[in-house]
């Protein structure tokens, strides 16, 4: 079945214990992009990737760092997280950087930060 | 990077059809309208995209303007399971705004029974 899949759906943590949440997607997607989602505030897009070795900065990178060092997975980092970093958090994939594909989305992660 | 205003919510019955706006009005010639809708606690998932004609698929409609600024989802009968929100967004793969996305807050659609 062609999914995208986050880990961990569900988190508690403490400010500044890092923690990583992983996304990966099974449909050879060049694509990959992490939102977090706020009440109020809809869906903002942190960071995103073309392709291998490639990533650049969404909306509202600070205090968060990926990586893409596989074509189907791309984690998300938090080095140090802080409580308004508490959001739900959802990764996103598509093959190419078209303007005619559709968006896959995972099933989003909860994290919060205490 | 282009962006688009929609309403904060919207309301319909049952059965009824619902019309979604969204403006765009910065949109440029290759900008693709996409439209995405979120089911509560669920991922946004992919409901419709066009350019410059209007649009069917089964799940919906697409509306777009003559002159592109604006567009309108079509939900031809709402159905309970249509509440969500609904988020409309430009794709474009162009110099600086390759790869980013921008989806705002969306409509709320709330369904009467």
């Known amino acids: 079945e062609a999914q995208v899949t986050q880990n961990p759906r569900y988190l508690i943590t403490v400010t500044g214990k890092k923690l990583t949440v992983t996304c990966s997607q099974n449909?050879?997607?060049?694509?990959m992009s992490w939102y977090r989602q706020d009440p109020g505030l809809g869906l903002r897009q942190i960071y995103y990737?073309?392709?291998?070795?490639?990533?650049d900065k969404g909306d509202v990178p600070e205090g968060y760092k990926v990586s893409r060092k596989e074509k189907r997975n791309f984690p998300l980092i938090l080095e140090s997280p802080s409580p308004n970093q508490t959001s739900l958090y959802f990764c996103?994939?598509?093959?190419?950087?078209?303007?005619?594909?559709?968006?896959?989305f995972g099933e989003g992660s909860m994290l919060t930060v205490l | 990077d282009a962006k688009t205003t929609q309403p904060n919510s919207m309301e319909s019955n049952e059965e009824e059809p619902v019309h979604l706006p969204c403006n765009h009005s910065?949109?440029?010639?290759?900008?693709?309208i996409h439209w995405y809708r979120q089911l509560p606690s669920q991922g946004p998932e992919y409901v419709i995209h066009?350019?410059?004609s209007n649009v069917n698929n089964r799940m919906a409609s697409l509306a777009i303007a003559e002159d592109r600024k604006s567009s309108t989802l079509i939900l031809h009968r709402a159905t309970l399971r249509d509440a969500a929100v609904y988020y409309c967004?430009?794709?474009?793969?162009?110099?600086?705004?390759?790869?980013?996305?921008?989806f705002g807050r969306g409509t709320q659609l709330t369904v009467w029974p």
């Open positions: 990737s073309m392709n291998v070795e490639v990533t």
């Open positions: 066009g350019l410059t």
């Open positions: 910065t949109i440029s010639g290759t900008d693709y």
């Open positions: 967004i430009l794709r474009d793969v162009r110099g600086s705004t390759l790869g980013r996305l921008y």
């Open positions: 996103a994939s598509s093959l190419l950087v078209s303007k005619t594909v559709e968006l896959f």
């Open positions: 449909m050879n997607h060049e694509y």
